[in-house]
T-cell receptor, first 118, second 107 residues
């Protein structure tokens, strides 16, 4: 059974950076994409970016390409998302999700609340 | 880029009733890349349907998906109390995108 764990909530100042981890266990790590999605309070789901660890080539959503970095560590089965130059409207819950065998996202982490506040 | 539109934005129904949720894509999408997710308050999204019509492991058979091209439907054949939630469709191609969601509320 695949399990997904995420790092804990963080409070950051505008202009700073945050790095969130997503550790998977059970099943193959390298072969399946891990994607990041964010959700602002009371709003919908927004894809931020993703990576297939085997290929180590991240894919970023438009609007994030200049301040987002997604990396994978095969040795710990962990994917990291680093967002720089934080703004107030980056305040959101950030979820990581691993592919199901079909390509849909069948395994989700519990979410990490990132609050950007001065 | 593909844009997904969901209708209605919210649906007010009683337990036992049938819910029909629509997802429309701005251009034709492969059915293999269309999924539906359920999100209950305070929880992470949960995959219900993939490939437009295939139930994910653990999805009750009262949930069914259909459609192709630009028009897709999620049907809940008899609402249970735990089904009152927000439902999102998703196209998980090169640039994944979600619809804005349909909230199914208790009448």
């Amino acid at each position: 059974q695949v399990q997904v764990e995420q790092s804990g909530a963080e409070v950051k100042k505008p202009g700073s950076s945050v790095k969130v981890s997503c550790k998977t266990s059970g099943g193959s790590f390298s072969s399946y994409a891990i994607n990041w999605v964010r959700q602002t309070p009371g709003q919908g789901l927004e894809w931020v970016g993703g990576i297939i660890p085997l290929f180590d080539r991240p894919n970023y959503a438009q609007g994030f390409t200049d301040r987002l970095s997604i990396t994978a560590d095969d040795s710990t089965s962990t994917v990291y998302m680093e967002l720089t130059s934080l703004k107030f409207d980056d305040t959101a819950i950030y979820y990581c999700a691993r592919e199901y065998s079909s390509g849909a996202w069948g395994y989700w982490g519990p979410g990490t609340l990132i609050t950007v506040s001065s | 880029d593909i844009v997904l539109t969901q209708s209605p934005g919210s649906l007010s129904l009683s337990p036992g009733e049938r819910a029909t949720l629509s997802c429309r894509a701005s251009q034709s999408v492969g059915s293999d890349y269309l999924a539906w997710y359920q999100q209950r308050p305070g929880q992470s999204p949960r995959l219900l349907i993939y490939g437009a019509s295939n139930r994910a492991t653990g999805t009750p058979d009262r949930f069914s998906g259909s459609g192709s091209g630009t028009d897709f439907t999620l049907t809940i054949s008899g609402l249970e109390p735990e089904d009152f939630a927000v439902y999102y469709c998703q196209h998980f191609g090169r640039s994944p995108v979600f619809g804005p969601g349909t909230k199914v509320e208790i009448k």
